[in-house]
Nanobody
Framework: QVHLVESGGGSVQAGGSLRLSCVASTDSRRNYCMGWFRQTSKNTREKVAA????????FYAASVKGRFTVSRDFAKNTLYLQMNNLRPEDTAVYYCAAEFFPCNAHHMESPPPPYWGQGTQVTVSA
């Protein structure tokens, strides 16, 4: 199992920035992929960004490419999401998710990862 705890959500005006963090803990020595998903008030879930077991070739949704940056500190078991130039349509609950290797950041949504954090609210006002 992988236990995930997110932090860093909040309320900002359009054009502002936020940084989300997700700390993972597990007793397993297996590598795992990590990603950020978001769910809007209309219950639409979207994979936002993800990283595989190494820093190469992360995934970004088209809607956030160029504005969001995903990074991972493997020593601290922490995944980050730097969100710049936020827009009202970025408003959602952001969830961190993980799945053990074999996994691929570009295919984490199908099937959905088995491990999820509790979510953190991001609200962007116009």
């Amino acid at each position: 199992q992988v236990h995930l705890v997110e932090s860093g959500g909040g309320s900002v005006q359009a054009g502002g920035s936020l940084r989300l963090s997700c700390v993972a803990s597990t007793d397993s020595r297996r590598n795992y992929c990590m990603g950020w998903f978001r769910q809007t008030s209309k219950n639409t879930r979207e994979k936002v960004a993800a990283m595989s077991t190494g820093p190469v070739n992360p995934f970004y949704a088209a809607s956030v490419k160029g504005r969001f940056t995903v990074s991972r500190d493997f020593a601290k078991n922490t995944l980050y999401l730097q969100m710049n130039n936020l827009r009202p349509e970025d408003t959602a609950v952001y969830y961190c998710a993980a799945e053990f290797f074999p996994c691929n950041a570009h295919h984490m949504e199908s099937p959905p990862p088995p491990y999820w954090g509790q979510g953190t609210q991001v609200t962007v006002s116009a």
